[in-house]
């Protein structure tokens, strides 16, 4: 009975998984890997101490475009607080860049891909991150992205006066084969049918 079951929450689960685009559709695999990974590395322009001040540094977010499912909006929505140290940057100059890698899920490591092999696909965006006002229709589903993907957000404290914000794309790069890096506009990446 219970083999029946653990066999049947495994297809349901497997509904859930869609291969990664061909690499010639690089607009595809760019949303294939922005909906795939639950996190990124987001990169900003330190406005800390010297040293450190003007210098990339790079912090790990947890991202959303969207609830699991075969699809996202391509969007990336974090949940952020003024108290970070990043968001400190972000005040300051909102340019950023946000990393993510099918290393990020099981993909690498099932097809025995190193995460700097290009195979082991990968996106760099680069864009602006801007706030969204509580309670919009956009912000509700920037919520809805995250919280159903990073159920713990839900717990984190109250006071830390968490806010809904989106990464506002402008630029793309796709690795995901060799012969280099490939860019692709915003318009092919939010036009192109995941
Ligand atoms: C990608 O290649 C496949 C065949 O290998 C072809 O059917 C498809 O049209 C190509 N897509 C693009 C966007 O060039
Ligand atoms: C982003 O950077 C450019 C210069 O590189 C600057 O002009 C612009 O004000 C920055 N945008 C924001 C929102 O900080
Ligand atoms: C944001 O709006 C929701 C209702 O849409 C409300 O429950 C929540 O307290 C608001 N949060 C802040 C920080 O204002």
């Known amino acids: 009975m219970w083999l029946w079951v653990a066999l049947l929450l495994a297809a349901l689960a497997r509904a859930d998984i869609v291969d990664i685009p061909p690499h010639n559709e690089t607009a595809r695999v760019a949303r294939y890997v ?16 010297s040293p450190m001040r003007g210098q990339p540094f790079a912090n790990v977010f947890s991202v959303s475009d969207g ?4 699809h ?20 300051v100059n909102a340019n950023a860049s946000l990393t993510m890698s099918l290393a990020q899920t099981p993909y690498c490591k099932e097809k025995g891909y190193d995460p700097q092999n290009p195979l082991c696909a990968h996106v760099i965006f680069s864009g602006i991150v801007e706030k969204l006002e509580n309670g919009t229709a956009e912000a509700e589903k920037g919520k809805k992205a995250l919280f159903s993907r990073h159920p713990e957000m839900k717990t984190w404290p109250r006071d830390h006066g968490w806010y809904i914000a989106r990464f506002n794309i402008a630029s793309i790069w796709v690795l995901d084969y060799f012969g280099g890096i490939k860019t692709v506009t915003p318009e092919e990446y939010f036009k192109v049918i995941p």
Do not use: F, R
């Open 72 to 91: 996202g909006s391509g969007v990336p929505y974090m949940y952020l607080t003024d108290l970070e140290i990043s968001v400190h940057d972000l005040k």
């Open 67 to 70: 609830p699991n499912g075969p």
């Open 34 to 49: 922005a909906h795939a990974c639950d996190w990124g590395a987001l990169a900003t322009l330190s406005t800390q101490e």
